[in-house]
C-alpha cells in the first residue's frame, strides 16, 4: 500500500500484479460497500460506503492497460491515481477550489 496526497485528500492505493487490478481508498477500512461501473470507462467501478452511500474508492481492472508505459510503474500508477482521483472523486474537484 502507498499513500498520496490528491488535492488536499489522502489516498491510499494498491496494485495487485497477480490480479492486474488497481485497488484506490479514500479511507482505510470501509465498512460494507457496493461498486458501480463507471460509463465510459470500461473495468472501472466506484466503490460506495452501504450506509450513507459515500464515494470511499476506486477499482479498476486490467490496471496495466490503463498505466503509461513510457514511465517506471511506480510512477505510472502515482500519475494514474492521480488522474482517477481528479476525474472521479467530487471531493477532489471541491478540494481543489
Do not use: C, K
Request: glycine share 4%; no cysteine.
Amino acid at each position: 500500500m502507498a499513500q498520496l496526497m490528491v488535492h488536499g485528500r489522502q489516498v491510499t492505493y494498491d496494485y495487485d500484479t497477480a490480479q492486474n487490478m488497481l485497488y484506490i481508498l479514500f479511507e482505510a477500512n470501509p465498512s460494507a460497500t457496493f461498486y458501480a461501473d463507471v460509463p465510459d470507462m470500461p473495468g472501472v467501478m466506484l466503490r460506495y460506503r452501504i450506509s450513507d452511500e459515500s464515494l470511499v474508492g476506486i477499482t479498476v481492472h486490467d490496471g496495466s492497460n490503463w498505466l503509461a508505459a513510457d514511465v517506471p510503474q511506480d510512477a505510472a500508477l502515482r500519475q494514474l491515481v492521480h488522474t482517477f482521483v481528479r476525474q472521479l472523486d467530487p471531493q477532489s474537484v471541491d478540494r481543489a477550489s
